[in-house]
């Protein structure tokens, strides 16, 4: 199994030199960039208001996280009314003991699961394959992935990074036979192995893209059907909340499906979005047993308290994975968290620790098309700084030599004249360098390794400013 893990700022370095240099992954990211980036501007721009549903978005988001103690015991009190249970976990191993423990109780062993970030963040494949059980992805691309063996790549295309002769050859040499390269046929062979697994499984397991708090209804937007059969064929289903996800009423639903739909795929809805509201009511006609809500808080409550309490606005719609010129060229595997992207790199520091994944703050150019593209409008390039800051700080991450440039940079910025002397010397000396560009600094090959340095002026503004004031 292909372990893209990065923990050293070398190695994430080394990952984005292979996927700039791997032309099937430039390929399908182009096209990813040319159709879900643009589909999302030409939804939006379709609406007269869509800067006031924005805005709204993120007030609700803003308005709720401020009261999430309360929210969540409005939602346990409206799932246990309807039958259903409600479990807290308090980290991603608790998670997964809590959904194995249920699954266990419920003499379960097929499991069909529903694409979901949040089970790929507590690896719950990985814990319940361990415990014996035997689990499925149903989603098209997350079934792909499942039979390579990879992690996902995008936030709501998780194999985007595959073409489809790959794809061939993946679930070819799984089933032992040739198949075609062609996405409808690659796509119903998929179907037909998967209707076998949901019609022998007892537990269905999903996440949630929303919980309503007033009525304990847990809401799933996808594009494929496979959520409803996961979360009503099997006897018991098991949903998985990460616990900002909720929202307090019913009316404030609308607004969010409007902007996650537009942002991740450019449609108005998506095709479906399911309600579901605790297991099978007595005169209903399907559904489960059994409901059980598990509601995870890895690291979000201690995030919640922090300055960077923002990144829990997010909706996973993957707008700014789609905008961001760093992710566009790199894909989401060399990223080496669960969460790729401008988001997952101020994401997986947050729940992973930053000092494992010193090079995320880094993955940016700061341009802000990720704030521009977001739905609820996370001012991520901010937050990539405030890591920044933090990562500065950590004695285990001290570089001397960078060090040593701020040093001498903040001694000149407190002394105007060696601050003078020192624009003076360098527009007479490398402010005349031919081309106006530095093609290799000694020492910090770092800077230059794949992009020019940009020369000072020749003349500094100082110098300009007292000559044209002369004039
Ligand atoms: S940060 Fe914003 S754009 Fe990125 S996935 Fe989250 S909601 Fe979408």
């Known amino acids: 199994m292909t372990d893209y893990a990065v923990h050293e700022h070398e190695e994430f370095l080394t990952a984005a030199d292979e996927a700039l ?59 246990n009314r309807r039958g259903g249970q409600v479990h807290y976990a308090a980290d991603g191993a608790d998670a997964c003991q809590t959904i194995a423990g249920i699954i266990r109780a419920a003499g379960g062993r097929h499991v069909v699961k529903s694409k979901s970030m949040t089970t790929e963040e507590i690896h719950l494949n990985r814990a319940l394959e361990a415990e014996g059980f035997h689990v499925v992805e149903t989603d098209f691309g997350e079934y792909i992935l499942q039979v390579a063996g990879q992690r996902p790549s995008h936030l709501v295309a998780p194999a985007v990074h595959l073409r489809i002769p790959q794809v061939a050859k993946i679930l070819g040499d799984d089933a032992g ?70 929202i307090p009423q019913l009316a404030d639903l609308p607004v969010f499906l409007k902007v996650l739909a537009r942002a991740a795929t450019g449609q108005k809805l998506s095709i479906y979005t399911s309600m579901i509201t605790g297991r099978r009511q007595p005169g209903e006609l399907d559904g489960p047993d059994e409901f059980h809500l598990v509601v995870l808080d890895n690291g ?36 080496g968290g669960v969460y790729a992207g401008p988001i997952g790199a101020v994401l997986t520091p947050l729940y992973s620790g930053l000092t494992h994944h010193p090079h995320l703050p880094h993955a940016s150019s700061l341009c802000g098309a990720c704030q521009a593209a977001c739905p609820v409008k996370i001012a991520i390039p901010e937050m990539l700084v405030q890591l920044r800051e933090q990562l500065h700080r950590e004695p285990s ?23 003078r002397l020192a624009t003076w010397l360098a527009t007479r000396t490398i402010g005349r360098w031919p081309g106006g560009w530095i093609r290799h600094l000694p020492g910090l090959g770092g800077w230059t390794g794949a992009r020019d340095f940009p020369a000072p002026a020749p003349e500094s503004f100082r110098d300009w400013w007292h000559r044209e004031g002369q004039a």
């Open 300 to 335: 979000r409550s201690r995030i919640l308290g922090g300055p960077l309490r923002e990144s829990l606005f997010c909706i996973r719609c993957g707008a700014c994975l789609n905008a961001c010129p760093i992710y566009r060229n790199i894909g989401g595997h060399a990223y």
């Open 397 to 419: 991450q001290a570089n001397r030599v960078e060090n040593a440039i701020y040093r001498l940079w903040a001694a000149m910025l407190r002394r105007p004249r060696l601050y």
């Open 177 to 246: 036979e040739q198949l075609p390269e062609d996405a409808e046929k690659l796509a119903a062979y998929a179907r037909r192995t998967l209707r076998k697994e949901f019609a022998r499984a007892d537990v269905g397991i999903s996440g949630a893209n929303f919980a309503v708090a007033e009525t304990g209804t847990v809401v799933l937007v996808t594009n494929e059907g496979n959520g409803r059969l996961t979360t009503s064929m099997p006897r018991v289903h098991i949903a998985l909340l990460g616990m900002e996800k909720v």
């Open 21 to 79: 240099a791997d032309p099937s992954l430039q390929s399908a990211l182009s096209m990813l960039a040319d159709t879900l980036g643009q589909r999302n501007k030409d939804a939006f721009a379709e609406l007269s208001d869509s800067g006031l549903l924005r805005d709204r978005a993120r007030a609700i988001k803003d308005a709720t996280l401020a009261e999430l103690d309360r929210h969540l015991e409005t939602l346990e009190a409206s799932v």
